[in-house]
């Protein structure tokens, strides 16, 4: 069988070795075939101090309204060649199934972005709107140069998509049972407890920040900070590390860190849980610092015309009835949301970021299907 052109893409992009954020050689390919299809190219390089460079690719074809854009990245998290069974840059099929990293997380979403339009295009030249492409390369990493800011460049030069398809793996098992309206909120904190060293067999001239450490974390971890709500699961702490790095062993330390993770629902903001955290850490007495890095609030696009027309499509091509979710880790349509109506469709997320991340032949013909059938619905 003559590999489709999904698959020929999806192999092509994956031969890149385009580890975050260094993405040029991929963004490349997605570029050439973009114009191919009569897209109109706009290769944009944001830089900020503090961070690396990052290039984006805007591509759009047609005018006017309405707007549909597909937002990915071509970037992808390391792969060590020695724990695969296969070199995870080869873009190698094997019993049906394409093998390799970014093979779900993204890659081959982008070239189903890509197969689609063109036999979108083929069959409608004349179609009234326009389709866009944002493709970036920091996703995996700091997500500060990238699709936030294709959308800050957007707004300057005052295109408004209408609305936005972003494709990340959603589903959970198979193809078609899962698209995500939303994203969960995200943090990660770390906090620093200072404490007054001195020699442990006379504690009482010390105040030990280890004991303190542990009486603040045990105040937050696993502590349940809501029920969910009806499209997203309770909130959770992970208290992640404890470092203290004391090597002696009559020795009480002066510091001691610990960090934690914090996934949150529309029922909390960062600054809500801030607070919370802070109330907590202040019971045990201690003097500390803390530190927090943000990833995003959560967010919640309401079920609506645009969703129900993903549903649609979507069962009409796999049969099956795809549940609205808003699990997993954040994405770049936490920046998207605030511009436009938002919706997340894309493979089976089960191997992303592991060894020997893998995607069926069938499910990328499926997904240009699903694809093709939503521009066709979009612009009908
Ligand atoms: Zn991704």
Redesign the pocket.
């Known amino acids: 069988m003559k590999n489709s052109n999904e698959i020929k893409i999806a192999q092509k992009l994956i031969r890149c070795k385009s580890i975050a954020p260094n993405a040029d050689s991929a963004l490349k390919v997605v570029e050439k075939e973009c114009k191919a299809l009569g897209f109109k190219c706009k290769k944009l390089r944001f830089s900020e101090k503090g961070y690396d460079s990052i290039s984006n690719l805007y591509a759009e074809i047609g005018s006017g309204k309405p707007h549909f854009s597909f937002a990915g ?1 071509v970037d992808v998290v390391p792969a060590e060649k020695k724990e695969w069974a296969i070199d995870p840059f080869a873009g190698k099929i094997k019993n049906n199934f394409l093998i390799g990293r970014g093979a779900v ?2 890659k081959s979403a982008i070239a189903c972005f890509l197969s689609s339009a063109k036999s979108f295009l083929n069959e409608n030249n004349n179609f009234k709107g326009k389709i866009s492409m944002m493709i970036t390369s920091d ?1 995996e990493t700091y997500a500060w140069l990238g699709t936030r800011k294709i959308l800050q460049w957007l707004k300057k030069k005052n295109i408004k998509i209408d609305n936005c398809l972003v494709g ?1 793996p959603t589903n959970l098992k198979v193809l078609g049972d899962q698209i995500k309206i939303g994203r969960r909120g995200g943090f990660n904190c770390m906090v620093e407890v200072q404490g007054k060293e001195g020699h442990s067999a006379w504690p009482n001239r010390t105040i030990n920040p280890v004991s303190g450490l542990m009486k603040m974390l045990t105040n937050i971890d696993k502590k349940v900070l809501d029920k969910g709500t009806k499209h997203f699961q309770p909130s959770i702490i992970s208290v992640t590390s404890i470092d203290v790095g004391n090597e002696a062993l009559n020795v009480i330390p002066a510091k001691a860190r610990g960090s934690f993770n914090i996934r949150f629902n529309t029922n909390h903001t960062i600054k809500s849980l801030t607070k919370w955290i802070k109330k907590e850490f202040n019971k045990v007495g201690l003097k500390y610092k803390l530190e927090t890095y943000v990833s995003g609030n959560a967010f919640l696009t309401k079920p609506g015309k645009f969703s129900e027309l993903i549903k649609k499509c979507i069962k009409k091509i796999t049969k099956r009835n795809p549940k609205y979710a808003t699990d997993g880790g954040t ?1 770049d349509a936490r920046f998207i949301k605030d511009y436009t109506n938002v919706v997340e469709f894309g493979l089976v997320g089960k191997t992303m970021h592991t060894n020997n991340e893998k995607v069926s032949l069938k499910d990328l013909k499926n997904l240009t299907k699903i694809y093709k059938l939503i521009l066709k619905e979009y612009f009908k």
């Open positions: 990245h997380d993204m996703e990340e994405s």
